[in-house]
């Protein structure tokens, strides 16, 4: 299934901590809250006493609800190079992302598009929209549940941080001819989707936006 990004910038739809949180990285990534629900700062895990003048080891973190293990050390690793990013807040906001950029695309808004992927995705999307417009069809899609929203990889590459989630949705998915017939699909049977999108960032960039620079079927 092809999607992208629209709607509110990555800023506000998949969130970053407000300037004056001042959470240590292992705060950040010991959250244990529901999804959707605000996530609530925790104090870093104590310093154990070092020994013989050796560093002191710090406790092994424990797994953060919604990330796959082999993605959380990238998300350290992007959360030291941008203190104010947090990955259970991003992956709350993913969620309705994923659901406000499926829609624009069901709706073929390019200027939303354009704001929100990089050039090689929005290439993609726009071809696609513009082979559906030439065959005079129209998507009338809803999305009907997200049921799995899940980190799988993240990478900070030098500056760019990336970050791939997988989701799985139930999509109801019907196509119209241009007299408004429905050629393909029905609204009373869902099918289930499974995407995999990145979003990456420069960590250094002035501005907070994420863009989608990756989709592809899980």
Do not use: K
């Not at 092809?2 to 001042?22: K, P, S």
């Not at 241009?178 to 029905?186: E, K, M, R």
């Not at 609204?187 to 994420?210: K, Q």
Request: aromatic letters at 6%; a negative charge.
């Amino acid at each position: 299934m092809i999607a992208a990004f629209l709607g509110l910038r990555l800023y506000a739809v998949l969130g970053r901590r407000a300037e004056h949180e001042e959470e240590t990285i292992q705060g950040r990534f010991d959250a244990n809250g529901d999804a959707g629900a605000p996530i609530a700062p925790r104090a870093a895990a104590p310093r154990l006493p070092e020994r013989n003048g050796q560093p002191a080891v710090q406790p092994r973190l424990r797994e953060t609800p919604g990330v796959l293990p082999v993605a959380e050390r990238g998300l350290r690793d992007i959360a030291a190079a941008d203190r104010r990013f947090d990955a259970l807040t991003f992956l709350q906001g993913a969620r309705g992302a994923y659901r406000m950029t499926l829609e624009a695309f069901w709706r073929g808004d390019r200027e939303q598009l354009a704001q929100l992927c990089d050039r090689d995705v929005y290439e993609g999307f726009t071809a696609a929209i513009a082979a559906r417009e030439a065959a005079g069809e129209t998507l009338d899609n809803r999305l009907v549940r997200i049921e799995d929203a899940t980190v799988v990889d993240a990478v900070l590459d030098g500056t760019m941080a990336r970050v791939t989630v997988r989701f799985t949705a139930d999509i109801a998915a019907v196509t119209r001819d241009a007299a408004g017939a429905v050629i393909a699909g029905s609204l009373d049977d869902a099918i289930e989707a499974r995407d995999l999108w990145t979003f990456s960032r420069d960590v250094n960039a002035a501005g907070p936006d994420w863009l989608l620079d990756e989709t592809d079927e899980a």
